[in-house]
């Protein structure tokens, strides 16, 4: 390299994360961009402290829960919910009416973390003890993954830099990669990562936080069902096979390894996972449960209310936010049944009939018309945590869902009810968790085979839907076929279900190429027509959008999807700098 001194590091939040637990001789090193490579990478320490940075790449509130639009010097959120079809917001990535970009920050930022990971492990190289920074090593191998599994999400086949290049480094003007070449690499990297990483039960509590064993297996397994589904839906079983296999084989080993466990204390009962996700050391649920009761994250970019809050303001943008009717038509009925089969559905006669017998799930993640709720704000804030009535005082009151929503479907999940001001939240988000793997295994078993046993079911998906749902019958293969369910389809379900707004249902729909199908389907809201709701929400004498035949509101129409949309195109900046490249297809 020409230039002799380090790239310049954001270390700032990746020091924050660790320093919630641990105060060592980290801190006292000079910055690391003050440090020439003379004086550094000479000691373990050095290479943890350089390895820190790494972990300010791990998604975050920001990049799935808001979705701004891009620009030259703004990123948009190409994983976030708002992009596809269960949030009621009108936007060009959603309705296949955006277009090409000049220049894409996510790619330049990926391969500006690239570059610090690849320096990384060039200067390990060569550093004399090996096995004293095998650790730091690994971690790096599993970031240079999860940078190029992003890339591959967005855009398919990428140029591939596995070392760090000067600016007439000829890599600068070679073509891109294949996308099995990007698929092939990020697999050698995390199994080469597995083997060097500790067991979660081996990190110390100084180090929680930091990537274990476990974590790399659950990310490759994620990659394995991703790319393994995406290879399958267009023809390409010789090399979708062997991924699903691997997703399989690694979400299995996770299972079974006993280092992690669902969120489900007994106190909290049904409303187990709704507290997961707002979960603080502070008071915020009614038991006073803290972080530490919470193994199911298996890797997380992890948030404190004194340290290290997460600046964005959650509760206010999301408690109350639109959804859509077909999200809210994902949730069984207590039968197990879908509700269009279930004789325990009851109908649209109220604003809030729909959500009687049905997947405790729906009553936990939506806000229904009418209930109660608190949020942040003084008053408004839980006050007894015992839903009294001096406890419904402090709060915001009932909740009116044609006043706080456009689609008449409200969202409640992420939305704390403790006392804090805007932006101060301070609960972790879950980049890894174990229903995730729960469902990955369950999915992948049924891909790969074209089947699944009752007993695969058993000690994965059933695990999940059960957790908050103790009295409803399991998935099996009988109840399928006697009530003629989909197995496919139901499985879907639950991940459409559980892992809501955590960043999966747009890529989901890619892999599975069915987005052709779902995203140009209308945005529809609740039942208007011959229900309280078109006495109560009215505009100018009548409903305040279009109905469709059943009298449900339509929120947007017109929506487009077409083979392109599969993938981002190419920055043509960057095709300028670089004519080796080619443009998506469609593009």
Known sequence: ????????????????????????????????????DASYWNTPDQFKLAANEFYTYLTSFAQVLYDPTPTASVAGSPHSDIRADFVGQRTPYSNGSYSLLATDVNW???????????YLLEKAATYPGQADITQYVAEA??????????????????????????????????????RDEVVDLIVKDLEEAIAALPLESAITAANKGRVSKGAAQSFLARVGLYEGTWQKYRNNS???????DKAIANSNTVITSAQYELFAPVALGDSALKYLFILE??????ASIGKSANREYILSNRYDYTLRQIRQNVTHTWFGSSLTRKFANQFLSQDGLPIEKSPLFRGYGTTRSEYQNRDNRMRYTMAIDSSYYWDNENPGARSTWLSDAADRASGRGRFNSTVNTVTGYANQKWGTERRLNDNEEGYDWPVIRLAEVYLIY?????ERNGSI?????????????????KTMPKLSNAFATANGLDIRTEIRRERNVELFLEGFRIDDLKRWKTAEVEMPQPLLGIRWKGTPFERRWVVNGTSPYPLDAEGNLIFESGRQWSEKNYLLPIPTQQIQLNPQLTQNSGW
Do not use: H, W
């Open 238 to 244: 010789a090399r979708a096979n062997p991924l699903l």
């Open 281 to 286: 050391n502070e008071k915020s649920n009614p």
């Open 442 to 446: 369950a999915e992948a078993t049924y």
């Open 141 to 178: 191998k599993f970031f240079r993954a999860y940078v190029y599994f992003d890339l591959l999400q967005q855009f398919g086949g990428v140029p591939i830099v596995t070392k760090s290049l000067s600016v007439d480094s000829p890599e600068l003007q070679t073509p891109r990669n294949s």
């Open 1 to 36: 390299m020409k230039n002799t001194r380090i790239k310049p590091i954001t270390l700032i939040a990746g020091i924050l994360v660790f320093l919630q637990f641990s105060c060592n001789k980290l801190v006292d090193l000079k910055p690391i961009n003050e440090i020439s």
């Open 453 to 469: 046993s009752d007993a695969d079911l058993d000690k994965s998906l059933n695990r999940v839907r059960n957790r908050v749902n």
């Open 108 to 118: 330049n930022n990926s391969y500006s973390r690239l570059r610090a990971i690849n």
